[in-house]
Every structure is written in C-alpha cells, then in structure tokens.
C-alpha cells in the first residue's frame, strides 16, 4: 500500500504561519506530561473561581479542537474543509449534564444538527452521546436490572422518547445518525436501545448507527451477534468503530469494585481487536455501513488494503474515515485527496461548556504513546518545508 500520510503540504494547505506555529506550541506543550496536569487544574480552578480566562482558552486549546460556540460559528470550518474533500460530523461537546433541561436542550441541539446535515452536503452525519439524553446512574440502573421508581420510570421513557425522536425525524430527512460509546456500566443500556432503533429504522437503509469502542475485549463478539439479528431480521448496521475514550477511568472502577477490567490487557490486543473488526465489517459490506474513527496510521492503512483486496472503491458510501478536529491532519486531508470518504468530528459548544471535553482531549492525547510525538513532527516538517520552499 503506497504511503500517503507524509505530504504535509496537503495535511496543512489550510493552516496559515501563525497557525501552524500556533499548533506547533500546543502540541509542544502536550508532549509534556505534567504540564498538561497543572494545566488542566489551572483551567478548572480558574473557571471555578470566575477569573477572565475564556478569552485564553479561545484562543489556544479552544480553537484547536473545537470549531465554534454554535453551530452557525463551525460553519466556516465546515465549508472551508469541504473545499478540501473532508466533511464534518458536527459534536455538540458539552458534557456531564445531570438535568431534564439540559436533556431537553440536547435533543433540541442534535435535531438542529439533523437540520444542517440536511441542508448541507458537507455534513453527512449527526451524532450525539446517550449521557447528553439521560443520567447516567440510571443507564446503569436500567443495565443491572435494578428496581426503579414512578419517577425513574418516566425519566426512562423520557431517554427512549429522546433516541426515538431523533432517529425518526433522521429517517424523515435521510439523515445518518451516530451514537457515542461511554462506560463500560452503562453501555449495554444504551447498546439495547441504539439496537431497537437499528430494528426499527435501519430497515431499508441505514440511518441508526452504533459505537464499539474496541479496547473492550467482548466487543468482536457483540459486532457478529447483531450481525447475526440483522441477517436474520432483515435490517441494516451502522458501526463507529474506535478505539476507546475511557481507559483509566474503566481499569480503575474494575479494580475498586473487584471485577475483571473489560479492557484488553494491551495496546497491541486492543489493535488486533480492531482491525479484526474491521476485516468483518468490510467482508459483509452488504449489511454494514463503517465509519473508522482512527488517528492510528496502520489501521487506516489496513483498511486501505481491505478496499483494495476487495475490490471496493475508495469513494464506496459504505465506508467512512473519521479524525477529531484538530489532530491528524495528515491523515484526514491526505485520504480526501486520494478520494476516500473522510469526516472530521468538529466539536462545539460555549467555551466553558466545552472544557471538560477540551480537557479530557488533551488528557488523552498525553495517553496514547507517539500520538502527540506524531501530531509534532508533522508540524516541524511542514514548518521546515515552508522555510525552504521560500529561500
């Protein structure tokens, strides 16, 4: 398979000097363990305290990752990517809501979304998280078949009215709709309820699609189960498949609850795992439609050579590659140019809405080994490129 990912002149085309410099500092202080720690405490201290750092934030991590305060904000990131060939799945970022208000607003802000993705060929998907529609406790509640009050019992009917909701008024406009993984404990909740929605909706063609987060060492086995339902039932599977978000956060419940972590012992069965899943996606492409969320190099790679094993075309509407807004460049625009279908997650939100996910980015991005080492030398050799190309 021919290397494409290291023209940084195509990855960067859109970044003007200041930008790039602008990046090329981020992600130098990324790199940079303890850094990131005192600098995501100073952000939550400061936010908590009231002091006058929005500003700072907009103009460095903000804009970075995230493409706007509104969805009328991101469309000039939108229409200025698609002119490149990358489409956008727009994120309505905020997080860790806890009531009915903000639920209700949620589903206000992704049938909005729907709207957009309608009106505008750029935008091919909507998204949106199951904690953004209901409490997570009550998820888990739901999952461990735990006894629930009058109260609850509406406050679920509620979530479902909610998925239900948009996943038509998504079938109405023909619009795909992707919904996020989250932990472990109040996965299989939600994966039952995308599942009824992929019975209902995925019927004639796929608008329902579901997230398996593959550091999950059960996930192989869930992707053929529903398989299997869909074969048999007759509907179709939409699939996000990632890597995982949660890592952490899921080895350290496991060992304080004395339950054996469901994450793969290694990095390396975490990559097997995903590739596995996507040789099966891509060798029953009748039933499935695949959007690969990955910033890793190998795997898109691997799915290249699937495509090209198989015979599939690299504009094939079946398949999609997705990176977040912000990293990877030289993938996301380096695939567009080659013409593979290729959509960049783009964040947004009210600046302080929005750090939580600003935060747990750049958490994870100190995470995984090489990542941000990667993010930098990309940068340095276009930085360097651009030197020459003026001498």
């Excluded at 509907?235 to 990632?242: A, D, N, Q, R």
């Excluded at 040789?279 to 090209?308: C, K, P, R, V, W």
């Excluded at 075309?313 to 080659?338: E, H, R």
């Excluded at 939100?349 to 929005?354: A, W």
Aim: charged content about 25%; glycine content about 4%; aromatic content about 10%.
């Amino acid at each position: 398979m021919k290397k494409i990912f290291d023209d940084t002149e195509i990855a960067f085309a859109l970044k003007s000097n200041t930008d790039l410099n602008t990046s090329y500092l981020l992600f130098k202080m990324m790199n940079f363990k303890p850094l990131v720690k005192i600098g995501t405490g100073f952000i939550n201290l400061a936010l908590k305290l009231h002091l006058p750092v929005e500003n700072l934030i907009r103009k460095t991590i903000f804009d970075q990752f995230c493409g706007g305060i509104n969805e009328e904000d991101c469309l000039k990131v939108v229409d200025t990517i698609f002119a490149k060939g990358v489409s956008t799945v727009l994120d309505y970022a905020v997080e860790g809501k806890a009531v009915e208000t903000e639920f209700e607003n949620a589903l206000q802000k992704t049938l909005k979304i729907i709207e957009f993705a309608k009106e505008r060929q750029a935008i091919p998907f909507a998204v949106f998280k199951p904690s953004s529609f209901g409490r997570i406790d009550l998820y888990e509640k739901i999952e461990k078949q735990q006894a629930i009050n009058a109260e609850e019992q509406k406050e679920w009917a509620d979530i479902v009215a909610r998925f239900d909701k948009v996943c038509q008024i998504a079938h109405q406009k023909n619009v795909t709709v992707m919904i996020d993984a989250e932990e472990s404990w109040m996965q299989t909740a939600a994966d039952n309820l995308i599942f009824e929605m992929m019975q209902k909706y995925n019927k004639e063609k796929i608008i329902v699609c579901n997230t398996l987060q593959m550091y999950r060492r059960d996930r192989m086995n869930y992707l053929k189960e529903i398989h299997q339902k869909a074969q048999s039932e007759g509907f179709f599977i939409g699939i996000k498949l990632v890597r995982g978000a949660y890592m952490e956060k899921e080895n350290e419940r496991a060992e304080e609850n004395g339950y054996p972590s469901p994450i793969c012992a290694s990095k390396q069965e975490t990559d097997k795992n995903y590739d596995a899943a996507l040789q099966y996606i891509t060798d029953n492409l009748d039933t499935f439609l695949l959007f690969a969320g990955t910033h890793n190099e190998t795997s898109a790679y691997y799915l290249m050579e699937l495509m090209q094993q198989k015979k599939i075309t690299n504009n094939n509407p079946k398949i999609w590659f997705g990176q977040l807004y912000g990293m990877s460049d030289t993938m996301s625009f380096n695939l567009a140019a080659n013409g593979y279908n290729v959509a960049k997650y783009v964040p947004f939100g009210p600046v302080k809405e929005v750090v939580p996910y600003l935060i747990r980015r750049a958490q994870e991005n100190t995470a995984v080994t090489g990542q941000t080492s990667r993010e930098l030398e990309m940068i340095i050799e276009e930085r360097q490129r651009r030197k020459k190309s003026h001498r």
